[in-house]
């Protein structure tokens, strides 16, 4: 099975600052990625799929890149309503599915 | 708008049995496939079962092959999660979730908790 890592597990950022989080797959699994942004008492928010591709709605400062193995998800000015746990997932053995373990990310 | 409803949650012993419904509105039920994904509490969430929107196919992780049962209702828009075996690692919140592209899930519902414990 493809393992799914992700780096930091957590972190903290000020206003404005550029947040960079990391998603590994233990193999090739090209493009299928999404990201996924989960809000305390909130569902789940699918923001990016296919590793780069903006969801409808999704505001331009979540950007998403990388294929193969290694992929990048970037919230180029954090804002305070970006509180949340990002969770990377695959699909490369569509309709299976494996979420990576998700990065925390609070303000400083 | 899109809408999910899960219910059917509640406290079960191990080893006994649970049905999870959700129901949905405001697109074409039939028109799509649906998933179950849950996450125990303080961990993240782990994705346990798929359908599509035929019911033709069914996937399920590893942790609930064998346990679990998926099945959908086109008359009533509802989605169905069969639980059996149930253990305290299953204690989670359960969320419905709508596919698209069959490589993603584009709306949740609020999710229904289960609680396995003696």
């Known amino acids: 099975d493809i393992q799914m890592t992700q780096s930091p597990s957590s972190l903290s950022a000020s206003v404005g600052d550029r947040v960079t989080i990391t998603c590994q797959a233990s193999?090739?699994?090209?493009?299928?990625l999404n990201w996924y942004q989960h809000k305390p008492g909130k569902v789940p928010r699918l923001l990016i799929r296919?590793?780069?591709k903006l969801e409808s709605g999704v505001p331009s400062r979540f950007v998403g890149s990388g294929s193969g193995t290694t992929f990048t998800f970037t919230i180029t000015s954090l804002q305070p309503e970006d509180i949340a746990t990002y969770y990377c997932?695959?699909?490369?053995?569509?309709?299976?599915?494996?979420f990576g373990p998700g990065t925390k990310v609070d303000l400083k | 708008d899109v809408h999910l409803v899960e219910s059917g949650g509640g406290l079960v012993k191990p080893g006994g049995s649970l049905r999870l419904s959700c129901v949905a509105s405001?697109?074409?039920?039939?028109?799509?496939?649906m998933n179950w994904v849950r996450q125990a509490p303080g961990k993240g969430l782990e994705w346990i079962a798929y359908?599509?929107?035929?019911?033709?196919?069914?996937y399920y992780a590893d942790s609930v092959e064998g346990r679990f049962t998926i099945s959908r209702d086109h008359a009533t828009n509802s989605l169905f999660l069969e639980m059996n075996s149930l253990r305290a690692d299953d204690t989670a919140l359960y969320y419905c979730?709508?596919?698209?592209?069959?490589?993603?899930?584009?709306?949740w519902g609020q999710g229904t908790l289960v609680t396995v414990s003696s």
């Open positions: 979730a709508r596919g698209r592209l069959v490589t993603l899930q584009d709306a």
């Open positions: 359908i599509s929107s035929s019911g033709r196919y069914i």
């Open positions: 193999q090739d699994i090209s493009s299928s």
């Open positions: 405001g697109f074409t039920f039939s028109s799509y496939s």
């Open positions: 997932q695959q699909y490369d053995n569509h309709p299976r599915f494996i």
């Open positions: 296919d590793a780069s």
